[in-house]
C-alpha cells in the first residue's frame, strides 16, 4: 500500500461509491477504518451511514452480482432475485410471475484499505457500476458467456487501488 501510494496513490483521484442519503440525517463525518471497528459501526440493525476514504485492494472475482427481476412494481423496478426455470425462463417469487430475460445487478464484495486498517464492505448495483465503470452483465459476459478468466482478472486488478470515498 505505502508503495503504490508513494508511486501513484497520491495524485490519484477518488471516486464516490455511494450516493445514499438519509433522512435520519447524514453527518458526512469521515472516520478511519479501525474507529469504525473500534466504534463498532455497521453492526447495529439501525443503519450508521459512515465516510471513509481508503483504497480498494480486493475484489472478490466469484458471486460478483445476482439476477434479479426486470418487473415493475409501482415507480419502480422489482429487482428481487429470480430463479432459473429452465432454458431461459426466469421466476421472481415476489411478482409471482416468470419472465424470459432477467437483469444482472451488482454485489460485489470488496476489501478497502486506510493507513489504519482494512475492512470487507459491500457494493450494490449503483456503487458497483460507477466503481466498475462496466454493468454487472458486462462483466457476466466477459466471465461466463466468452469464458475469458484473464481477461476478468486483469480487469479487477485495473481497478483495485482505486481510491474511494465511501459513505
Not at 20 to 27: D, M, N, Q, R, V
Not at 44 to 65: H, L, Q, R, S
Not at 90 to 101: A, G, H, I, T, Y
Amino acid at each position: 500500500m505505502k508503495q503504490w501510494f508513494a508511486k501513484d496513490g497520491k495524485s490519484t483521484t477518488s471516486i464516490s461509491i455511494s450516493r445514499e442519503w438519509s433522512s435520519a440525517g447524514w453527518t458526512n463525518v469521515v472516520k478511519t477504518i479501525s474507529q469504525i471497528k473500534d466504534e463498532k459501526l455497521g453492526t447495529c440493525e439501525k443503519t450508521d451511514w459512515i465516510c471513509v476514504n481508503g483504497a480498494v485492494i480486493y475484489i472478490k472475482a466469484d458471486n460478483f452480482y445476482y439476477k434479479s427481476c426486470p418487473l415493475m412494481i409501482g415507480d419502480g423496478q422489482c429487482n428481487k432475485n429470480v430463479t432459473n426455470k429452465g432454458g431461459r425462463r426466469w421466476r421472481c417469487e415476489l411478482c409471482d410471475q416468470s419472465v424470459d430475460e432477467c437483469d444482472h445487478r451488482y454485489i460485489l464484495s470488496l476489501q478497502i484499505e486506510d493507513h489504519t486498517g482494512l475492512t470487507w464492505l459491500t457494493a450494490f448495483q449503483e456503487s458497483g457500476e460507477e466503481l466498475m465503470g462496466m454493468s454487472a452483465k458486462d462483466l457476466h459476459f466477459m466471465k461466463f458467456e466468452k469464458q475469458d478468466d484473464d481477461g476478468l482478472l486483469k480487469f479487477l486488478r485495473q481497478v483495485m487501488f482505486t481510491n474511494i470515498y465511501s459513505s
